[in-house]
């Protein structure tokens, strides 16, 4: 079992950044690949990032690349999702996950640990 904690979430400006992170316990995040998922009031649990176990390969939803990055560290047993040019429709509920090793897909369903849930609140 892991037990996954995200942090970090807030209200800021558009324009601002933020970086989230979500720190596992009860087992080594090296054996996972790792992802983040959020969702916004009445939509679907969507994908936004994620990066397989040595960090080595990411991937990334259209409507976030080249503003966020995912990363690792292994060591720390922590996953961490730096977010700029903040957008208003950037506002959601953001969600930790690990999945067993394997490509990365955008599919919730290939997650099997899902942390609560940080929120991230974007003014215009």
């Known amino acids: 079992q892991v037990q996954l904690v995200e942090s970090g979430g807030g209200l800021v400006q558009a324009g601002d950044s933020l970086r989230l992170s979500c720190v596992a316990s009860?087992?080594?995040?090296?054996?996972?690949?790792m992802g983040w998922f959020r969702q916004a009031p009445g939509k679907e649990r969507e994908f936004v990032a994620g990066?397989?176990?040595?960090?080595?390969?990411?991937n990334y939803a259209d409507a976030v690349k080249g503003r966020f990055a995912i990363s690792r560290d292994n060591a720390k047993n922590t996953v961490f999702l730096q977010m700029n040019s903040l957008k208003p429709e950037d506002t959601a509920v953001y969600y930790c996950?690990?999945?067993?090793?394997?490509?990365?897909?955008?599919?919730?369903?290939?997650?099997?640990?899902w942390g609560q849930g940080t929120q991230v609140t974007i003014s215009s």
């Open positions: 990066i397989n176990w040595g960090g080595t390969t990411t």
């Open positions: 996950a690990a999945g067993p090793l394997g490509p990365l897909t955008i599919s919730w369903y290939s997650y099997d640990y």
């Open positions: 009860g087992r080594t995040i090296t054996t996972y690949k």
